[in-house]
C-alpha cells in the first residue's frame, strides 16, 4: 500500500465511524448520488484525508466529522426522565437529554436505543458510531428489561398471552420473562424482558390483551442496568478507552 493511501480512509469508514449509519447504510448513500466532498459527487472508492477545511454534506446537509488520530470511545449511561426528548431539536419544545451530558470537544454523542417522551429509564451514548450502529442492528438481539406499571385486569391467561407474544409488522414479538411486582386494585407493577423489539412493543403487547401501560421505566439495555442512586437527569460512565 503507498504512503498516499495509508493516510487516506474510504468515506463510508469516516461516516460510519462519526456515526451517520453502517458503512453498508453509507455505501447506497453513496450510490444514490447524495454525498459531495468540498461541492463535488464522491463515489464508492473514493478515499480522502480528513482535514479541519474539508467539507462534507450528506443530502445538501453538512456532516461534522470525527479525525481518525481523534478516535476514542466512550459510553455513557444516562438516566432519562419522562418530558425528555431524545433528539438535538424538538419542535414541541420540550427539554431533550443533550442539554443534560458533559460536554466533548471535536467529537459528538449518538443516542443507542431511543426512548419517546413518555418514557424513562436507562439510555446509552457514545461517541464511537460504528459500536452504535452495531448494538442497535436488529440481529444483535439485545436484552432489554422493562419495569412496566400496567392499569386493568391481569390474570393468568393475559400473562400467557403477551409470553406467547402478537405478530406484529416486524414479526413475532414476546417477553421472554416476565415477573410480577406488587400494586394495588387495577394497578400492578411487573418487570419484562425482550430479546427482540423495542419499548413501542412492551405497550402494544400489553394493549394486545387489553391492559393499558400508564408507566415505564427501562431498567437494563444489554449488560447495562439502570444503577440504585442514579437520579433521573444524571449520568455515569461506561466504558473508556
Not at 469508514?13 to 461541492?39: H, P, Q, V
Request: with cysteine.
Amino acid at each position: 500500500m503507498s504512503d498516499k493511501s495509508k493516510q487516506t480512509e474510504k468515506i463510508q469508514k469516516i461516516l460510519a465511524r462519526s456515526g451517520y449509519g453502517s458503512r453498508r447504510e453509507i455505501e447506497k448513500f453513496l450510490k444514490e448520488g447524495r454525498i459531495s466532498i468540498n461541492g463535488k459527487k464522491t463515489m464508492i472508492g473514493d478515499r480522502i484525508k480528513v482535514k479541519s477545511d474539508i467539507l462534507i454534506q450528506l443530502g445538501g446537509t453538512f456532516l461534522a466529522i470525527k479525525e481518525k488520530d481523534k478516535e476514542s470511545c466512550c459510553v455513557i449511561g444516562y438516566y432519562k426522565t419522562e418530558g425528555e426528548s431524545c433528539t438535538h431539536y424538538n419542535l414541541e419544545k420540550c427539554p431533550t437529554v443533550f442539554t443534560r451530558l458533559p460536554q466533548i470537544i471535536r467529537s459528538r454523542w449518538i443516542v443507542i436505543g431511543h426512548l419517546d417522551i413518555n418514557t424513562s429509564g436507562i439510555i446509552l451514548f457514545t461517541t464511537d458510531g460504528e459500536l452504535a450502529n452495531r448494538l442497535m442492528r436488529v440481529s444483535c438481539e439485545i436484552e432489554c428489561e422493562y419495569a412496566v406499571r400496567v392499569f386493568g385486569k391481569t390474570n393468568d391467561t393475559k400473562i400467557r398471552q403477551v409470553m406467547m407474544g402478537e405478530k406484529l409488522e416486524d414479526g413475532l414479538v414476546s417477553f421472554s420473562r416476565i415477573l410480577y411486582r406488587g400494586g394495588e386494585g387495577v394497578n400492578k407493577w411487573f418487570h419484562v424482558t425482550l430479546t427482540k423489539g423495542s419499548y413501542r412493543d412492551v405497550r402494544r403487547l400489553w394493549e394486545f390483551v387489553g391492559v393499558q401501560v400508564s408507566r415505564l421505566i427501562r431498567m437494563k439495555y444489554a449488560d447495562i442496568e439502570l444503577p440504585q442512586g442514579l437520579i433521573c437527569n444524571d449520568w455515569m460512565v461506561g466504558v473508556k478507552s
